[in-house]
């Protein structure tokens, strides 16, 4: 009875490696091993990434399980897929650590960025939906953790690749690590001789009606500080506490604030004062105050201010911008006044 032919290329050798030798029918159900283990990894991936998109509060817990479920199926998938060709495991451990250190040496980088990453992955001390800001100012939140890099989106929509041990070896700050609010500090400045206390109930008034200032409690109040002399000037700070989710627009938080307070500041006529040096002429021609103005035919400055007429409020359009759940959702239209 002639032989069969696809039974003998089954078992036809291909290499022999010490008393183990690797056929071409093992071959192929080592490689189809670790086809499908590979298949489930992925499958398993975008399902939990799915999963994860639609879910609000376990999304950092979905994303560990996402990753230790992939590396787990391809691991076992490589480790079932080579004894399944024959290969004694047990007899290429030395081999196996001699190729080990070479390729260590090699590709060390990758292999300490592979450890940080699952550093990352279950210390959760920077996760997936954080905002963060690294040492060189670059600030987004967290999208992706990858086996050697880890992805953050700007607020101006870029993504910056950051090598995983640069995350666990760098100082990096997150702004959201234990989803509270953080305060900040906006910096302005008035001329001398205000009235500091006009200045503190204006600047206040206009950072509570801020839309997303927290409200004042015991621990956390907004205020504002006088913190030193200038050159011309008296410099204060606005202390304020913006919510959380606001704090992740950290520019747009800090230009509203800005824009708010200078609003404040024009409609309460106080002034904000510029770099000068002023000259001062106490007589002309034997005349003083408006009478020597008036010799010159200028107009005195307190009626130009009465003669300017009322400015419609301004749109702050960093506060608005806010307003947005997502820095890639289109910017919301100014509101158009209703015609009488």
């Given at each position: ?14 290499l ?17 091993i ?25 999304a ?31 007899s ?27 550093s990352?992955?279950f ?38 690749i ?70 011309s ?108």
């Amino acid at each position: 009875m002639a032989a069969n032919p696809l039974r003998t290329l089954d078992s036809f050798e291909l290499l022999k490696l010490g008393k183990a030798s690797v056929t071409v029918g093992g071959l192929a159900a080592g490689v189809l091993i670790v086809a499908v283990a590979l298949f489930a990894a992925r499958l398993s991936s975008v399902g939990l990434r799915g999963l994860r998109e639609r879910a609000a509060g376990d999304a950092a817990s979905l994303y560990i399980v996402e990753k230790v479920l992939t590396y787990g199926l391809v691991i076992i998938g490589v480790t079932v897929g080579l004894s399944t060709m024959g290969l004694d495991l047990t007899s290429l451990a030395v081999f196996a650590g001699a190729v080990g250190v070479g390729v260590g040496l090699g590709l060390q980088g990758i292999i300490k960025d592979f450890a940080s990453g699952v550093s990352l992955v279950f210390e959760r001390l920077v996760a997936v939906g954080d905002f963060v800001e690294l040492s060189n100012g670059g600030r987004g939140v967290v999208h992706e953790i990858g086996p050697r890099a880890t992805r953050i989106r700007t607020n101006d929509s870029t993504d910056i690749i950051v090598p995983n041990s640069v995350l666990v070896n760098d100082q990096v700050i997150n702004w959201t690590l234990r989803n509270t609010n953080r305060r900040i500090r906006i910096p302005f400045v008035t001329a001398f001789g205000i009235d500091k206390e006009k200045v503190r109930e204006a600047v206040l008034k206009a950072a509570r009606a801020v839309p997303f200032t927290s409200p004042d409690d015991a621990v956390r109040r907004t205020q504002v500080w006088l913190v030193g002399f200038g050159e011309s000037a008296l410099k204060f700070e606005l202390i304020v506490w913006p919510t959380v989710e606001s704090v992740r627009r950290p520019a747009a938080v800090n230009a509203a604030y800005t824009w708010a307070i200078d609003d404040a500041l024009r409609q309460a006529k106080i002034e904000i004062p510029y770099p000068q040096r002023d000259i001062r002429v106490r007589g002309l021609f034997g005349e003083e105050g408006e009478d020597a103005l008036t010799s010159l035919k200028l107009e005195p400055a307190a009626r130009r201010r009465k003669a300017k007429a009322a400015k419609a409020a301004s749109s702050n359009d960093a506060a608005q911008d806010l307003e947005r759940e997502d820095p890639d959702d289109p910017p919301i239209p100014p509101a158009v006044p209703l015609k009488s």
